[in-house]
């Protein structure tokens, strides 16, 4: 896992949810309207040279995706537009101060700073530029994550949860073994319920690119022939064996193009496993 520095895009970041609030003024009724994240942020277009639009939400998830170099929040993987879901990091949805309030004070700066209760969000006082932005629709309350059905967002759903990749050490405190396990102790049950730590499938990728780190496999480890023998080298040291196998081999025991495509978005890992091997 690695650390997200949110300022090295705050501008542009900031800069679309500025528009975005300048256009939500009404100034006959002098408030803001349909200014929140459902209603507003994910329908609402830019109008863009050449009378082309995007939606405020997709400009800035694209804006979100370049400054997390296009890595899942939680499980490294590479993403694109298309498979990316924007991740709040105090749930969109929280409707009680109380709530809110949990996630404030706690040692990560960035929701201190920048971030507000949508219901304490001053609606009648126009403002080119805000202080602190509303927590649906805050740029340093999002951050993007995979789509996985089955890990990172979906898992978390609304439970609370810390925002472990605002630790500028995090990289330090997530640890993964030659097993493929996460580890995390200052973080233990958020790995847990990210299901970084359980999820079977994660597990697997992580221990085949440990394989793939061996210095013997340069200067082409990710070629077909290094992939299979890393994947059986990983099926035969398991109960599981048929299963992999089965999951990564056609009959004739081909890698499977879509089952290395998703692999091969584990990337990360491989640099991982070489600086820590």
């Known amino acids: 896992m690695q650390y997200i520095d949110k300022s090295t895009h705050r501008i542009e970041g900031h800069q679309i949810i500025d528009s975005f609030l300048e256009s939500s003024w009404i100034a006959q009724n002098r408030e803001y309207s349909n200014f929140d994240y459902d209603n507003g942020l994910r329908i609402r277009k830019i109008i863009l040279p050449g009378n082309q639009d995007i939606s405020y939400y997709s400009s800035l998830k694209l804006v979100i995706l370049q400054n997390q170099n296009n890595y899942c929040c939680y499980c490294m993987k590479e993403i ?3 498979d990316t879901t924007l991740e709040h990091i105090i749930p969109h949805k929280t409707k009680t101060q109380d709530k809110f309030n949990q ?7 960035e929701l201190d700073r920048y971030v507000i209760f949508r219901v304490n969000f001053d609606r009648f006082t ?3 530029t805000h202080p602190q932005y509303p927590h649906d629709i805050a740029y340093y309350n999002l951050v993007a994550s995979c789509k996985s059905n ?3 967002n979906h898992e978390r759903g ?3 949860l810390k925002p472990l990749f605002y630790d500028r050490n995090i990289q330090n405190k997530v640890s993964y073994d030659q097993e493929g396990r996460a580890f995390a102790e200052a973080y233990e049950n958020e790995l847990a319920i990210l299901k970084i730590s359980t999820n079977n499938n994660l597990i697997v990728y992580r221990r085949i690119w440990n394989e ?6 340069y200067p082409n480890p990710t070629s077909d022939d290094n992939i299979n023998a890393a994947i059986l080298k990983v099926a035969l040291s398991r109960n599981d064996t048929e299963l992999i196998l089965n999951n990564f081999w056609d009959q004739n ?3 499977i193009p879509t089952k290395k495509d998703d692999l091969m978005k584990y990337k990360w890992f491989l640099t991982y496993f070489n600086l820590n091997m």
């Open 103 to 109: 996630y404030i004070g706690i040692g990560f700066d």
């Open 253 to 255: 025991r081909n890698l």
């Open 212 to 217: 793939l780190a061996n210095v013997d496999l």
């Open 126 to 128: 126009y403002r080119a």
């Open 158 to 160: 609304s439970k609370f």
């Open 80 to 82: 694109s537009d298309a």
């Open 150 to 152: 089955v890990h990172c």
